[in-house]
């Protein structure tokens, strides 16, 4: 019977960080089966995301279910997914873009039952992973799926969408591209462009005194000052992550 001490002891050797912990999820998942349990192990110490090899991750207290291909939610979100569920009127209407695995409007379907939340996006894997996960989800382009009858009526738009600047993306992780695809990472040139489209397009979709709530990195909430104010926003605000830097923006449609 393989132990979680074992499991540890050859994550420790790998250099797993927080070994204990994923010893204790592996072994979880493979419910006392040890060729189970082994084959788990093995997926993980070849690099694989943990949440892939388990089937779940915890995000905003929920349990979400992320399949193998699709983007891992990230606990650094989880601010963006608070503050867009405390926009979000009980009754009211939602859209969050470039969904992954449906976390954050299963987030808001969690804090507000009774809305109506539908999502999108682009990669058929991550939308049969939300819809998996009780999110209403569309295959397509941003609001190319979104149904028409929500023009003008959206309280909250999120989204996640990538934007690292392209330059930038040998930077991240090593293994990021061995598992990972750069659809849910590459932004453009300044890592901006999905960003722009969608304060572009959202006030399609609004309606007046909604909130848009996007994910930003570096100086893109500068970047995108003017976008926003062309774009008939106002009450611009970043806001900060644990370590201070800047981690999402949030406007207000006139
Ligand atoms: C950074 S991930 C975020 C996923 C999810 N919102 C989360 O926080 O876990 C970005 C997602 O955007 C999707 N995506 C990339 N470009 C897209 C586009 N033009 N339209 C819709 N989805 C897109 C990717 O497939 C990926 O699932």
Known sequence: MITVDDVTARLVDAGFIAAREESQELCHRSNGDDVVLESLLERRLR????????????????????????????WQSEPLARRA????????????????????????LFERPDARVVASDLDDRAVRCATSNGVRAYQGDLFAPIPRDLEGEI???????????????????????????????????DGADILRRVVRDSPRFLRGGGALLMEVGGEQSDVLRDCFQRCGFEDVRTFLDEEGDVRGVEATLN
């Open 47 to 74: 690099g694989e995301p943990l949440a892939w090899v388990t089937g779940f991750v915890t995000f905003c207290g929920l349990s979400i279910r992320v399949d193998p291909g699709v983007y891992v939610p990230r």
């Open 85 to 108: 569920a405390s926009r979000l009127p009980q009754r009211g209407f939602a859209v969050d873009l470039c969904t992954g695995s449906g976390a954050i409007a299963r987030t808001l």
């Open 155 to 189: 309280d909250v738009i999120v989204a996640v969408v990538p934007y690292v600047p392209t330059h930038s993306l040998s930077l991240l992780a090593r293994d990021t591209f061995v598992f990972e695809s750069s659809l849910s990472y590459d932004g453009g040139a």
